[in-house]
């Protein structure tokens, strides 16, 4: 069984400042770990994906996330926040490649100008 | 080119109607997976097809749903006898069976509302 944990439903930090969203993940067979954003009335975009390749990973719009196993952590970080940045964002973890995805509560993070 | 496509974009209904929801997956794609997004239970797995296998309906939350993928493209996905607590967005998303099959491509939802 899998399940995904995200401390903070929501964050909020000052333009320019770190982002740092968490998320915590269970799992009884290696997973494979993702990040969604969804932007207000939109369907989910993919920023990231860990497959089991390198433990650091890069997506889109500058964010990044690591996967530590000993953990169970897949923390998304990005180094300056931007007020596009302003979404909802999700965690999720599969078991296998294509499999069902099963996601944590969501992060709404907030930009303040 | 085309991304996932889901109608109607918004759909009211009366407690107790039956509702048809679509979906029309990106071409080629042959794994096909429902979602409901709701204020109390976040993002919830319904179902997932994958080419000719059985579905996966483990996610499915009572016999009132179901869902179909004709000729391994469209996805209908029909709530019978509709209760309020249906009224959720639901989303679609589709990915390819081969290369970078991790991605999971979703449409833009149909927001439910059982009055």
């Known amino acids: 069984a899998q399940s995904v944990t995200q401390l903070g439903s929501h964050v909020s930090v000052s333009e320019g400042a770190l982002v740092l969203l968490r998320c915590n993940y269970s799992?009884?067979?290696?997973?494979?770990l993702f990040w969604y954003v969804q932007y207000p009335n939109q369907g989910l975009q993919l920023l990231l994906k860990y497959t089991s390749a390198a433990t650091l990973v890069k997506g889109i719009n500058g964010f990044e996330a690591e996967f530590k196993k000993s953990e169970t952590s897949f923390h998304l970080t990005k180094p300056s926040a931007h007020m596009s940045d302003a979404a909802e964002y999700f965690c999720?973890?599969?078991?296998?490649?294509?499999?069902?995805?099963?996601f944590g509560q969501g992060t709404e993070l907030s930009v303040k100008p | 080119g085309a991304g996932v496509s889901q109608s109607p974009s918004n759909k009211v209904t009366e407690k107790g109607k039956d509702v048809e929801l679509r979906c029309d997956p990106i071409s080629g794609h042959t794994a096909l997976y429902w979602y409901r997004q709701s204020l109390g239970q976040g993002l919830e797995f319904l179902i997932y097809f994958q080419g000719n296998s059985a579905p996966d309906k483990s996610g499915l939350p009572s016999d009132r749903f179901s869902a179909e993928r004709t000729g391994g493209s469209v996805s209908t996905l029909t709530i019978q006898r509709t209760q309020q607590e249906d009224s959720a967005v639901y989303l679609c998303?589709?990915?390819?069976?081969?290369?970078?099959?991790?991605?999971?491509?979703f449409g833009p939802g149909t927001r439910l509302t059982v009055t």
């Open positions: 998303a589709s990915t390819s069976s081969g290369g970078n099959s991790y991605e999971q491509y």
């Open positions: 999720a973890v599969s078991g296998n490649q294509g499999g069902k995805l099963i």
């Open positions: 799992s009884s067979v290696p997973p494979y």
